[in-house]
């Protein structure tokens, strides 16, 4: 049977989730395919799953995070103890759950989506099903990543990394394993919008994504406030949620920039891209970034990026100096914010070049890349 199986943590808000079900759509355009979930999150799928697509999850609990902390926050013992057993035993179900799983697919392709399964894939996957693994994050090579690379991949057919940089970084990690095919497979986008007028924007400097630290946010609200007095009409909205809300409430009451800085919340993705179409520049503040898909989808809307170069390859996506402005020093990205905040003609002319560069992460160009790759297990399936 041509099938392809995708094994997934979850299928709630987050940009490997997006990429889970963007790829599942675009295999089942050839191919039967499952999503296996480890945990069914609410208010999930986030994003639109082909109805082609099945889903089966693994688990009925799901994570309690929030209810330890609750329970620790409290100083509440027994529930403390009762979170506690029950965190342990969703970690070993998660872990045993996707081992059964793989045992039983008899054939096909199975694609891995995170580190951790993808271990687990190389291990226990049978003789004769495509194993591939995916890395969708820049994980900086901590050490644990680095010797699942060099001694736990050795099932994997073909791993592929969103950057060619990390492609070349992970071949020369992985010189040891001669069966592994390590190959660059970007990211694409679903749908290209309507191409925007870049003259008709709000004085708006957006952001999108997790309020988490390693989004930097806090950074990006102190470097705007070093810039505002000099551009008094401008304002930054940040559009997303989670476990920095409170913090970044504070940061901006510290600066005094209740008037100017917006924490929107989290927007669904036609929100997403309606602001994207409003705003004039797009800034991003990560430390750490692998392929983020945000930063494709503001190019599509004809956004000029401010971003800072993370190790995980955004050249890439931001040709600094075409599209936007890629830095290395906080100064550099006030400078570079400040630049396009006052040049118009600049603004607009780097709108232009963001969107013709996203037209290269088309769904028909990257599509091209995966069928292809799969057709080869097919045809000699065949054989």
């Known amino acids: 049977m041509r099938k392809v199986t995708i094994l997934a943590l979850h299928l709630a808000y987050g940009g490997v989730e997006k990429a889970v079900c963007e790829f599942a759509n675009l295999m089942a355009e050839r191919y039967d395919v499952e999503i296996l979930s480890v945990y069914d999150m609410p208010n999930a799928p986030a994003y639109p799953i082909d109805s082609r697509v099945k889903v089966t999850y693994l688990l009925k609990d799901i994570p309690n995070r929030e209810e330890w902390k609750e329970a620790l926050h409290a100083r509440n013992i027994p529930s403390l103890l009762k979170e506690s057993v029950r965190a342990a035993a969703i970690l070993v179900q998660k872990r045993t759950s996707v081992i059964r799983a793989v045992r039983n697919i008899p054939s096909g392709v199975v694609v891995a989506m995170r580190d951790e399964h993808a271990v687990l894939l190389s291990r226990y996957g049978r003789a004769g099903v495509m194993k591939i693994a995916q890395l969708h994050q820049d994980h900086a090579y901590e050490k644990k990543l680095v010797r699942h690379f060099q001694h736990d991949y050795g099932g994997i057919d073909v791993f592929t990394l969103l950057?060619?940089?990390?492609?070349?970084?992970?071949?020369?990690?992985?010189?040891?394993?001669?069966?592994t095919r390590v190959l660059y497979v970007p990211n694409f986008m679903e749908?290209?919008?309507?191409?925007?007028?870049?003259?008709n924007r709000d004085r708006t400097v957006l952001s999108v994504g997790r309020l988490?630290?390693?989004k930097g946010y806090d950074r990006l609200?102190?470097?705007f406030a070093k810039i505002h007095e000099q551009f008094p009409a401008w304002k930054l909205v940040i559009v997303g949620s989670?476990?920095?809300?409170g913090r970044l409430e504070k940061c901006i009451s510290e600066f005094a920039l209740e008037g100017c800085v917006t924490l929107a919340g989290r927007y669904s993705a036609p929100e997403v891209q309606q602001a994207m179409?409003?705003?004039a520049v797009f800034a991003m503040s990560s430390y750490s970034e692998g392929f983020p898909f945000v930063l494709l989808e503001a190019m599509s809307c004809s956004l000029p990026i401010v971003a800072f170069d993370t190790r995980g390859g955004l050249n890439m996506l931001v040709h600094d100096g075409e599209n936007g402005r890629l830095v290395g020093q906080e100064e550099d990205f006030c400078e570079a914010l400040a630049c396009l905040m006052r040049d118009d003609a600049l603004r607009e002319k780097m709108a232009g070049s963001s969107r013709a560069l996203s037209l290269a992460?088309?769904?028909e160009a990257v599509g091209k890349i995966w069928f292809d790759l799969i057709e080869e297990h097919f045809q000699h399936e065949r054989e």
């Not at 989670?242 to 809300?245: F, K, N, S, T, V």
């Open 163 to 179: 950057s060619p940089k990390m492609e070349q970084e992970v071949q020369e990690l992985m010189q040891g394993n001669k069966h």
């Open 191 to 199: 749908t290209i919008p309507p191409e925007a007028d870049p003259r």
């Open 212 to 214: 988490h630290p390693v």
């Open 221 to 223: 609200i102190r470097l």
């Open 242 to 245: 989670g476990e920095e809300q």
């Open 277 to 279: 179409t409003k705003a």
């Open 361 to 363: 992460f088309s769904r």
